[in-house]
């Protein structure tokens, strides 16, 4: 796993995250994210757009919220969760999203682990699988808020490159 | 350059279908291993170590899916990883400590079948203190599809 593109969110926020230009060099993408957003409520969903596309993956969640499970599907949680303004003060919501084959001239599956910290009785764990139904290799991504909200200062995401391979050793059939 | 922390040990990418995948003579060099599968066989997904096939591993799972939330307990011949779709199944599984002979072998996995409306998470536990030198990825139902493919990485401490 090697890191490709770090960004950290300066004073006066942003209105996305993107990591563009992605080499093409790599097996597997993993991402990991720490957002918090504006939005005033005290999570927002945050939405993942491959290559900025139109067409959004489709997802199926399992949310804990501390009192209640649910399980559904919506077009935003491909970016797991993040703090909205009227969770706790200084708290970032922590997310990663595996992406798999990401080059590949097949839709793309995801896999996103995403919690929400939260001094209250309303805390998220969000377990996601979403799949991008496009044949594109990705080459960007791009992190919102799915009510627009500004991606507070301190936000940060990191991405990195998973190389499949063989160590000379280890067999496989 | 930072040091790489996902080392790369296998991979392979099915030209027909197959009943199983095997991992063998895995290094014992590694703290853990991760096992990433994407593709599938629209059906439940074991790992067996070591060759052993028995009634030996237990584990508890959740999942999201079109019927609502569930969870499920079991005794498996396989370590559950949980449900892939067909052709856009993903699913990662962390075997911890494989290399430690002092405990049970224990997995973490998580599923990604969007195209079946399927998220999953699962625990599970092999009864064997035994270092992993083997492991073997099995459709509990049908074959996996052509062109799914199977990457195994060692993690360092």
Known sequence: ?173 | MATPTYIALATTTLGATASSVTFSSIPATYRDLVLVVNGGNSGDVLCSFNADTGSNYTYVAANGQSAGAVSFSDTRTGAYMGYLTGTTGLGIMHIMDYSASDKHTTTLSRVASAADSLTGMAAARWANTNVVTSVAVTAATGSFNSGSTFSLFGIEA
């Open chain 1, 1 to 173: 796993m090697q890191v490709i593109e770090h960004i950290e969110v300066g004073s006066g926020g942003a209105a996305s995250i993107l990591f563009d230009n992605i080499p093409q060099t790599y097996t597997d993408l993993y991402f990991v994210a720490s957002i918090r957003t504006n939005r005033g409520q005290a999570i927002e969903g945050m939405i993942l757009k491959p290559n900025s596309s139109a067409t959004l993956p489709s997802v199926r969640y399992l949310l804990g919220t501390g009192s209640s499970v649910i399980s559904d599907t919506v077009t935003s949680l491909g970016a797991g969760v993040a703090n909205g303004a009227s969770s706790t003060g200084s708290t970032f919501a922590n997310t990663g999203v595996y992406i798999p084959n990401y080059t590949s001239s097949s839709a793309k599956s995801l896999s996103v682990d995403s919690v929400l910290e939260n001094n209250a009785t309303l805390g998220y764990q969000n377990l996601t699988a979403g799949l991008w139904n496009v044949t594109d290799a990705i080459t960007s991504l791009l992190i919102v808020g799915e009510t627009g909200g500004t991606i507070q200062a301190s936000s940060s995401a990191t991405l990195y490159g998973i190389t499949a391979g063989s160590d000379g050793t280890t067999t496989v059939s």
